[in-house]
């Protein structure tokens, strides 16, 4: 299987910008959440999905969409791209025994 | 609200050292409790995990103890390689789905030869 899988793996934006990042699960999970990661700050959840149709947000959603209409993709939209939002942002999908899978990351920079 | 506190790094250790990193917690009812782990360039993978109190999760070596007294759950390894070198994580998830979770901030530990 090949788990959660995120693209790109990197990215380069400038200010303004617009762009998804994708998020794909092969597991079969309801719940499916996106992740921010900063130096010093741990992860900080953005947006996450109990199932297809039904999105709500995290700690730090402004700034950033969502929408969930397959069981198996989760993309996440920046629609218009900010320095404050360059980071590593993962993907995660949870399954049996609440543990979460998380993808590989995108790590995303924006000039 | 849910929290969690882990040691301040970076840690450096020689190979075989004993390795304690802490793990404190707040949230109501009754959390479970996750160790993940980030090696470099890449995503978060459990470690272990406990679901009740006095519980013991472990791993490739690593332990943590689930102690509802010291709201805490501390992860040890006695005898660490160069190859434990990584990001590690304490996390928690609370509430009646136990789906969110809530991590510290990360604890660096670099093993050397």
């Known amino acids: 299987n090949a788990g959660v899988t995120q693209t790109p793996k990197f990215q380069v934006l400038k200010t303004g910008q617009s762009m998804t990042l994708q998020c794909a699960q092969d597991?079969?999970?309801?719940?499916m959440s996106w992740y921010r990661q900063d130096p010093g700050m741990g992860l900080r959840l953005i947006h996450y999905?109990?199932?297809?149709?039904?999105?709500d947000q995290g700690e730090v959603p402004n700034g950033y969409n969502v929408s969930r209409s397959t069981t198996e993709d989760f993309p996440l939209r920046l629609l218009s791209a900010a320095p404050s939002q360059t980071s590593v942002y993962f993907c995660?999908?949870?399954?049996?025994?609440?543990?979460?899978?998380f993808g590989a990351g995108t790590r995303l920079s924006v000039l | 609200g849910n929290s969690v506190t882990q040691m301040e790094g970076p840690v450096t250790l020689s190979e075989e050292a004993f390795l304690t990193i802490n793990c404190t917690y707040t949230?109501?009812?009754?959390?479970?409790l996750f160790w993940y782990v980030q090696y470099p360039g890449e995503g978060l993978q459990l470690l272990l995990k406990a679901t009740k109190a006095d519980d013991k999760g472990s791993n490739k070596g690593f332990e943590a103890t689930y102690r509802k007294e010291t709201t805490s759950f501390h992860l040890e390894k006695g005898s660490v390689q160069v190859s434990d070198s990584a990001v590690y994580f304490c996390a928690l998830g609370s509430g009646g789905s136990n789906y969110k979770l809530t991590f510290g901030k990360g604890t660096l530990l670099t093993v050397n030869p």
């Open positions: 999905s109990v199932g297809a149709g039904i999105t």
């Open positions: 949230a109501t009812g009754y959390p479970s």
């Open positions: 995660a999908s949870t399954g049996p025994a609440r543990v979460q899978y």
């Open positions: 597991m079969n999970h309801e719940y």
